[in-house]
């Protein structure tokens, strides 16, 4: 029987803050606050992933550690081990880090988002043996709602957004949505933004292929100002703020995305994989120029990989960061010697035609 009464109201205000915060930092404010009040710990709050070690977050009670490094003390254990620890007797903890002379036991939370731990959740109580198995089940359930993507509007994109990618060519599929959210969410954690607005753009960028290619960008914008379930998440602005992220994200754009949003869509929709790029071009053709034959299908995919990635192409990168720039000088090779690249072309065009 668990010390404390957790009940489905409490849950329910937690939820109700998590939804209602803006962003992580203001949930986990609202979470520490909460679960501080009801229960009367002697200390609640959060240490964020940043940089390669844990950085201390909104918190309730006295000053704790500012930095904790990863493998070290609870929390860092917790973080190395993606797994809640529960500490009956801090002291016969090895490694214990002592924040508080007055903690007498502890239970730490990792904040897992995509399979990377993001945060913990910290907790620490001046008796001895406070927390139960009881504990842990609530406490990852709160934990859950501090994710830099709140677990409602991932339903949603998950359920209603993705799915839409299945009738799309083998090239902007589910598969390619799927690695552009993530690739956009890794880029995003180098800058002080919002990740649900990444998130969302990301995974909204090529909706308009469901109606056009050509202007399949603009016509993504237009889907996401119409779409009256964003406002669930999202204020006017920054519903503007993701519908130009994916307007800006084209490859063959004339000009620089508008904001760093646009510019993480952009880069992370730009898949600069050698053996990738030749496919998915050698792909292309075949589905949307059936009449050409071998050599047609062949002058095609060289013309594209000229125009597109070699010296003085239309692609342009955008975020320093991003390992693109090595993949595109690797492609870039490539091209240049045509007979690697023909013998290349043609291993795809037999397994495809």
Request: hydrophobic fraction near 40%.
């Amino acid at each position: 029987m668990s010390k404390r009464d957790w009940n489905q109201s409490l849950l329910e205000q937690v939820a109700a803050y998590a939804a209602a915060g803006p962003d992580e930092l203001s949930r986990m404010a609202n979470i520490s606050a909460l679960l501080y009040k009801e229960f009367a710990w002697h200390w609640v709050g959060f240490y964020r992933v940043v940089d390669g070690e844990l950085v201390l977050g909104p918190f309730q009670g006295p000053a704790a550690c500012s930095r904790i490094a990863f493998g070290k003390g609870v929390c860092g254990t917790a973080w190395k081990e993606k797994k809640t620890l529960i500490v009956p007797d801090v002291d016969a903890f090895p490694g214990h880090i002592a924040c508080s002379a007055l903690s007498r036991s502890e239970i730490v939370v990792p904040v897992i988002d995509r399979g990377s731990v993001t945060a913990v959740l910290d907790i620490d109580s001046v008796q001895k043996d406070e927390f139960d198995e009881r504990d842990r089940e609530f406490l990852e359930r709160i934990a859950s709602e501090a994710r830099p993507v709140r677990s409602s509007l991932e339903r949603y994109i998950t359920q209603e957004i993705i799915p839409r990618y299945d009738h799309f060519d083998q090239g902007h599929d589910r598969r390619h949505v799927l690695r552009v959210i993530d690739d956009a969410l890794a880029l995003s954690a180098r800058y002080r933004i919002n990740p649900e607005i990444v998130y969302c753009a990301a995974a909204c960028h090529d909706l308009g292929l469901a109606e056009d290619r050509k202007t399949h960008h603009l016509v993504s914008g237009r889907i996401i100002r119409e779409d009256t379930n964003l406002r669930n998440w999202f204020s006017a602005k920054q519903i503007e703020t993701i519908a130009q992220a994916t307007e800006d994200h084209r490859a063959s754009l004339d000009r620089e995305p508008r904001d760093i949003y646009g510019k993480i869509i952009a880069e992370a929709d730009r898949q600069i994989d050698v053996q990738t790029v030749v496919r998915r071009t050698v792909q292309f053709g075949l589905d949307h120029e059936p009449g050409l034959d071998r050599e047609g299908q062949w002058q095609r995919c060289h013309a594209h990989l000229m125009e597109k990635y070699a010296e003085g192409g239309y692609l342009r990168l955008w975020i320093p960061e991003s390992p693109n720039a090595a993949r595109l000088e690797e492609l870039r090779e490539l091209i240049r010697d045509s007979a690697r690249l023909r013998a290349l072309f043609d291993r795809y065009y037999d397994q495809f035609a």
